[in-house]
């Protein structure tokens, strides 16, 4: 079978290897001949709204999905109307605006930080006003890695804020402002959903951040605890349901320190978080992405430990940002993985990452501290 998959990046090229001993094909449209997936399978050369590169890419598709949640709606639309989408175009729709991301979120009693819809410089101020500060003041669609959002300390902040988000263009702005969170950590769960209605969840996992950039991973979160896992799990859980949803999903969650949740985003794709998986679980979110959207059985994703052959392990991920470590440095540290993506160095800009895996966190942590060593020195880390 032929998976057409929108969007050639690192996470399309980490599909296809996992696709292929599925004996799966992909192929992927992107507008840069030399994205990170140009070398792991084929390539339609085009805009995401481009007829003919459209043609071209749905022709001899067996089904179709995403490796990134801005996909034009309008190419969406025509996808669904030529080829089996998934996710579908309303989860699709949801996760593209953080308004209508909230507000989903709520309906299903999944609480969110206090927010506001803001379209013009007199509405932020008054928004600023009744939620207070300090608060986050950012775009609704197209923002990630901390793009498209800036912070409002004082109301003396607000023009600023103003001017950071949406430039000098004049009009009226399509803007959330939030209220910001106090929290202990940021926690993710990735669910993933067959076209059976199955569902199965990997191991919760506590992100850290550098620079707005995601920094590592740890998989399972350290301290976590069933009952959290469970109460993530049920949280995603309605949401795939509520959506109709096939494939992998994930959802960042902040935990509070007085035990709360609130839902951060959602990602309607695998995500940099999920990374570990690759050798941290039975099956990782990139084959399981795979099975959902092509009909078939979803694997375990259950933690696999990499010292021993015993179930049971930890993982980790770091991301490689801005500098390329020495691959001979990564690769001396016992249970490092190394994945590159065929990126130049350039500031900012995720170049690949590193797993580990290990039977313990102290074993994890030895190791860990060798790879941080290694990218420190070569500048590899936000």
Known sequence: ????????????????????????RLRFLDPDPGC?????????????????????????VGVATYEFENVPAAAARWLTEHVAVFPPQNALAVAQDRVLEKRCFRSLGIGTAEFEEVDTLGGLAAAVDKLGTPCVL?????GYDGKGQAVIRTPSDVRGAWDAVVGTRTGDADLELEAMVEFDRELSIIGVRGRDGRMA???????????????????????????????????CGRVMEHLDYV???????????????????????????????????ECSQ?????????????????????????PGGVSMMFNIVGRAPASREILAIPGARLHMYGKAERAGRKLGHVTLCADTFAGLQRRAAAVRSVLERAGGRP
């Open 201 to 235: 969840f990997y191991p919760a996992i506590e992100n850290s951040h550098s620079g707005g950039i995601l920094s590592f991973s740890v998989a399972p979160a350290p301290g976590l605890g069933e009952a959290r896992q469970q109460e993530l799990e049920r949280a």
């Open 286 to 310: 990139f084959e399981n992405h795979l099975r959902a959207v092509c009909g078939l059985p979803l694997g375990s994703t259950r933690m696999a430990g990499s010292e021993t052959d015993g």
């Open 1 to 24: 079978m032929i998976v057409g998959v929108l969007g050639g990046g690192q996470l399309g090229r980490m599909m296809a290897l996992a696709g292929l001993p599925l004996g799966l």
């Open 247 to 281: 494939g992998v999903l994930t959802i960042e969650f902040f935990e509070l320190a007085g035990g709360g949740l609130l839902a951060n985003e959602m990602a309607p794709r695998v995500h940099n978080s999920g990374h570990w998986s690759i050798e941290g679980a």
């Open 138 to 142: 950012k775009t609704r669609r197209f």
């Open 36 to 60: 990170p997936a140009a070398e792991a399978g084929e390539l339609i050369v085009g805009r995401y709204d481009e007829p003919a590169a459209l043609q071209r890419f749905v022709r001899g």
